[in-house]
């Protein structure tokens, strides 16, 4: 029986696995997910920010994924490609095909002091230290006298303006207003800061306008942004920008980009400059018993168009790994990668939300929030069936 191991559980490692049972019940294979649950990272900063609670973002593996499967707890901590094992816990585990489906780690771009003194926004223990941080804040300040020093503290900045450093910000907004009243705080005192290197934020919404008028609603709840401001430093008291200006502040959370998950470290094979698996356009690596998806493959199409980081484009590509797979081990003809992006539904709170999508366009406003709803509702029909589409109405719509 040909053997594939998996390695990763999260939307596109669950997504080839669920495929490649579908066509072959012939294949043993193997999943390794250390956090033993899939993360529904999309709505970490919802759980962050205490709108909903940690199981509305675990997803079982076991209840998404066929009996037949085998789920390992564990971390791989070795591979050899050339041996076609990998390494576990002491224990070895023989594959006939490798998906690396591990995903990426932020990336801190050598910046002096931010991996040091920064929180990250990328894991659910990310978003636990998170919420311990703010919290403990709005505690501790209310024991300090020095103005300056209760500025600091209460300045809360968010480096990095894509997607998901906007909805990060969307939700603190709203949670500071509840922080505030509990802590019996001022909210005009409370600063509230997104810093971008790039010109605008959202870089990936098309229209500017209706980026503006995302930036008019952040504004009117009370969070500044600033465009064109390259972070050059972080210390425990504060962060640099290019510019020289200083801007004091006890928490910085950095979402200003992402790498190749540290796991391409253990792989032999070739990378780009992001450390991120070189693949060609059936997924396949520079070995032909190793195939890698998602965020921690590296593709470029005939137009020099890269894969980009997103959802959509994890589950394609697991699509297109399963089918090669499957070929390769009953023979047939390979299919190559052809991305088609449906857009994106960017959350800035309860009642806000932009929209891209090239089926309708592009808006803003609470319509978006509704779309966001559909289409998790349909991501977790497609995934785990009626009772987990269930689970997440009642987890955050009921």
Sequence with gaps: MPKVVVVG???GGVEFVQRLHKMSKTIDITLFEKEGDQTFRTELHKFACERIPPEAIKIPLSRVLPQSVKIERVAVDKV????????????SYDYDFLVVAA?????????PGMKENALSFWTLEDAMKINSRIKQIFKDVKNVQDPSERQKMLTII???GGFTGVELMGEIMEWVDKLCKENGILRKSVKLMIVEALPRILPNIEKEEVVNQAIKYMNEHGVEIKTNSMIVNVTADGITLKSGEFIPTKTL???????????????DLQKDKRGRIIVNEFMETSDPHVYA????????DKSNKPMPGLVESAMQSAKIAAHNIFVAINGGEKEPLDLNLHGNIVYI??????????SIGTFAGYRAIIMKHIVNMQHMLHAGGFGLMWKYVKDQIL
Aim: charged share 15%; no cysteine; hydrophobic share 40%.
């Design 9 to 11: 559980g999260g939307f």
């Design 293 to 300: 998806i998602g965020d921690i493959a590296s593709y470029v």
């Design 349 to 358: 709170g309860k009642r806000y939300g932009v929209v891209n999508v090239k």
């Design 80 to 91: 050899d490609i050339k041996g076609q094992k990998v390494f576990a816990k002491g224990k």
């Design 103 to 111: 995903g990426s780690d932020p990336n801190f771009f050598g910046i």
């Design 158 to 160: 968010v480096g990095g």
């Design 253 to 267: 959370i950095w979402s200003g980009g992402v790498q190749a998950n540290s796991f391409s470290n253990l792989l």
